[in-house]
């Protein structure tokens, strides 16, 4: 089964990526953009039939490999 | 209002980055990963407070800067 995850860098971590993409959608015609955060995203097939498994075992990845949680969060949608 | 955006890559396009992370996580102890792909994720924090003129707002965005859409998909959740 295929499992999604998304990485975001938690409040308060400066991301000047996100800061340089608002900023040059302002100058294209997007001045009401406030403000923009880039995160990361994974597609992950497993093979594993049991989806609170399947959870549990992408659980673990995020924690060992996918996020670096002293400044990321991650979720398991 | 907050929008949430994810990028992929479409099907097909090889994605050398998500296939160097399914080795590290099957060397790692999850050898039934058979399969990774990374996108990318972007929340967008707009001055608007019509949920479908952000959306339709944001989905321009995505066609304008924030996606190649030769190459990659996106979705707007």
Same mark, same amino acid.
């Given at each position: 089964m295929k499992i999604k995850v998304i990485v975001t860098l938690k409040n308060g971590v400066l991301d000047p990526q996100g800061k340089a993409i608002q900023q040059t959608l302002n100058s294209m015609?997007?001045? /009401?953009?406030n403000g923009v955060r880039q995160g990361k995203y994974f597609d992950i097939e497993i093979d594993e039939k049991d989806e609170i498994k399947a959870k549990s075992k992408v659980d673990e990845m995020c924690k060992k490999l =996918?996020? /670096? =949680?002293v400044i990321e969060d991650f979720k398991i949608i």
């Open positions: 015609g997007f001045p /009401n953009v =996918l996020a /670096n =949680l």
